[in-house]
C-alpha cells in the first residue's frame, strides 16, 4: 500500500511538472478542451458491452497516472491540467472497436473492412450509421444463415472518391484495397447509376479486370437496410420477388423495417457461404470456444 501512494505521489508530480513544460499548470476549467486521456471514457457510452470491457483496458498511460494521482493525493484539480493540446482526433476512431462485433452465439463470424471516404475531416458517415448498418446485417444473416459480422480494419479514402461516377470509378475505388477473407465495404458520398440518370444507395461491384475481385460499395443515402441488401449479393442472391425478401426491389405490401430473407435465399446463401469459405475468398473468424465439449 505504502508504495503504491508514493507512486502514486510521484506521478502526481510528474503529471504537474509534465504540465508546467508545455504552459502554465492552469487549474482546469470546464471549457478546456478533453485531452487524449478522456477521449476513450466520453467513446464507451454508445458502445456495446463486449467492446466496453476492451477500451476500458485500452486507456493510455496517461489516465491510468491520472486515475492513481487522484486516489492519492487530496488535491484532484492537478490531475485534469491538460498536459498539451490534443492532437487532432482520428476521423475513424471506433469504426473497428466499437462497431458491433459477431454475437458469440453465431455458427460462423466473418470479417469486413471498411474504406471510409473523409472529406474536411469528417467521414461522410459517421460511427453511429455505420453500426447501425452493421447491426441490421447481423440480424438478417443471423437469423437467416447463423453468419455475423464485425469490422476488423477501418481506412480512410481521400475526398477524391467522395463521389462515384462511373464503372471505371467503381473498379479503382476498391482494385487497390482488395483482399481475399473479408469482405470489403466502401462507404462514399454518392454513387451515380451507372446505367441512367440519378444515383443508387448501394452496389455489389466486381472488378472488370478480375470479376472474382468483388466488393460492396455503399452511399452516404444509404437506407437501414441497403448494407445488407448488398451483402446479399455478395452472398449470392440476385434481386427476388418474395414479398418478405430484402432482395425485392419490386411492390411488396410488407414495410422494409420487416424484411428479411426468404427461406429459399438463405439456403442458397448457405451453399455460397460454403464455397467461399472452402475457396478461402472468406476466411472464417475465430469463435469463443465456449461450445466446445
Ligand atoms: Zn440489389
Redesign the pocket.
Known amino acids: 500500500m505504502a508504495v503504491a501512494l508514493t507512486r502514486g505521489r510521484t506521478l502526481a508530480l510528474a503529471l504537474v511538472l509534465a504540465g508546467g513544460c508545455s504552459g502554465p499548470p492552469t487549474p482546469a476549467t470546464p471549457s478546456a478542451a478533453p485531452g487524449p486521456a478522456e477521449r476513450p471514457a466520453a467513446a464507451l457510452e454508445p458502445a456495446p458491452a463486449a467492446a466496453e470491457v476492451g477500451e476500458a483496458v485500452v486507456t493510455g498511460p496517461a489516465a491510468g497516472a491520472e486515475v492513481e494521482a487522484e486516489a492519492s493525493v487530496a488535491a484532484p484539480p492537478v490531475a485534469v491540467v491538460p498536459v498539451s493540446p490534443a492532437p487532432p482526433a482520428d476521423p475513424l476512431a471506433g469504426f473497428v472497436d466499437d462497431t458491433p462485433r459477431c454475437p458469440p452465439e453465431r455458427d460462423a463470424c466473418f470479417g469486413i473492412h471498411l474504406h471510409v471516404v473523409v472529406d474536411e475531416g469528417a467521414p461522410v458517415r459517421d460511427l453511429a450509421w455505420v453500426s447501425d448498418q452493421l447491426a441490421r446485417a447481423e440480424e438478417r444473416f443471423g437469423a437467416a444463415i447463423d453468419v455475423g459480422f464485425e469490422v476488423v480494419a477501418v481506412d480512410a479514402l481521400p475526398a477524391e472518391q467522395r463521389d462515384i461516377v462511373t464503372r471505371l470509378d467503381r473498379d479503382k475505388l476498391g482494385r487497390p484495397h482488395f483482399s481475399r477473407g473479408v469482405v470489403h465495404v466502401f462507404v462514399v458520398g454518392s454513387l451515380a447509376d451507372v446505367d441512367g440518370p440519378g444515383e443508387i444507395r448501394g452496389v455489389h461491384w466486381r472488378d472488370r479486370a478480375a470479376t472474382e475481385r468483388r466488393w460492396v460499395i455503399v452511399s452516404s443515402i444509404a437506407g437501414s437496410l441497403t448494407l445488407t ?1 448488398e451483402l446479399g ?1 455478395f452472398f449470392s442472391l440476385p ?1 427476388s420477388r418474395y414479398p418478405v425478401s430484402l432482395m425485392n ?1 419490386g411492390e411488396s405490401p410488407i414495410p422494409w423495417s420487416e424484411r428479411a430473407f426468404h427461406p429459399r435465399e438463405a439456403q442458397r446463401m448457405k451453399r455460397a457461404r460454403a464455397q467461399m469459405v472452402a475457396s478461402g475468398a472468406l476466411k472464417l473468424r475465430p469463435r469463443p470456444a465456449a461450445d466446445a465439449g
Open positions: 441488401h449479393h434481386h426491389k
